[in-house]
């Protein structure tokens, strides 16, 4: 597992912070897909981005691609769904390999009752939201949840440039579920790679969704190996 530990005093924290790494494979090569997992078998987490084209502007892929992902590799399964009306088919995702399900505050009227439906399946129950939509949305579903997913570029697309003011809704977060005592993972997602990833962590994130910086130039391995490298 490539679970790393920061050093004892980060630029905001003396306190080392384990950070697990997720590739996302929306950047990954699809024609290859068994072989760039087992590119990133050294990751924690294995990122699943869902879009449906209508809660964002674009269409991923959906249930095949999970199923064929979860049987070539062993790693987590961590399923964002960016779709209307998530709790349609929380159960689907779940049956083909999810370990994880995270939901958007904005995509569902009843996202406690989405949050309980993913924890009656058995699996780790996420939120998140756009990055312009105010933190407090998600604050009464903070007690109950597994995962909280900052948006650190708008979803939809990836290759964005990380919005810098996310870094103030990380330590917001991380305040918050601190108070809370809560040992949910703080992740991170667009725009993360080497040149921030420290910074990131060092606001608070436990866990680093990064996709065209490990599946670019030299190889997926070679790219999380910089990731990698980039927190020591």
């Known amino acids: 597992m490539s679970n790393v530990r920061l050093p004892g005093v980060t630029a905001e924290s003396d306190t080392p912070r384990r950070v697990l790494l997720a590739p996302s494979l929306l950047a990954s090569d699809f024609t290859r897909l068994g072989d760039e ?75 406690h009752r989405a949050v309980q439906q993913i924890r009656e399946l058995g699996k780790k129950a996420g939120v998140t939201l756009n990055p312009g939509t105010p933190l407090e949305t998600l604050r009464p579903v903070l007690p109950d ?24 809704r990380i330590r917001t977060v991380r305040r918050w579920l601190d108070e809370l005592g809560s040992s949910a993972e703080l992740q991170v997602d667009g725009g993360v790679g080497p040149t921030n990833a420290r910074a990131v962590v060092a606001a608070g994130a436990s866990n680093l969704v990064a996709g065209s910086a490990v599946f670019g130039p030299g190889g997926a391995q070679a790219g999380l190996e910089r990731l990698r490298e980039a927190l020591k």
Request: aromatic residues 8%; glycine residues 8%; hydrophobic residues 50%.
């Open 37 to 111: 997992l087992q590119a990133i078998a050294g990751a924690d987490w294995a990122h699943v981005d869902v879009m449906d084209g209508q809660f964002v502007p674009n269409i991923s892929f959906g249930l095949p691609i999970l199923a064929a992902a979860r049987a070539a590799s062993p790693l987590f399964m961590d399923v964002h769904l960016m779709i209307d009306r998530p709790e349609r088919y929380l159960k689907d995702f779940a049956d083909a390999g999810a370990d994880g399900l995270t939901v958007h505050v904005e995509s569902t009227p009843h996202i």
């Open 145 to 168: 949840v597994d995962l909280v997913l900052i948006m650190s570029v708008n979803p939809g697309f990836g290759g964005q440039k990380f919005i810098p003011h996310s870094l103030d």
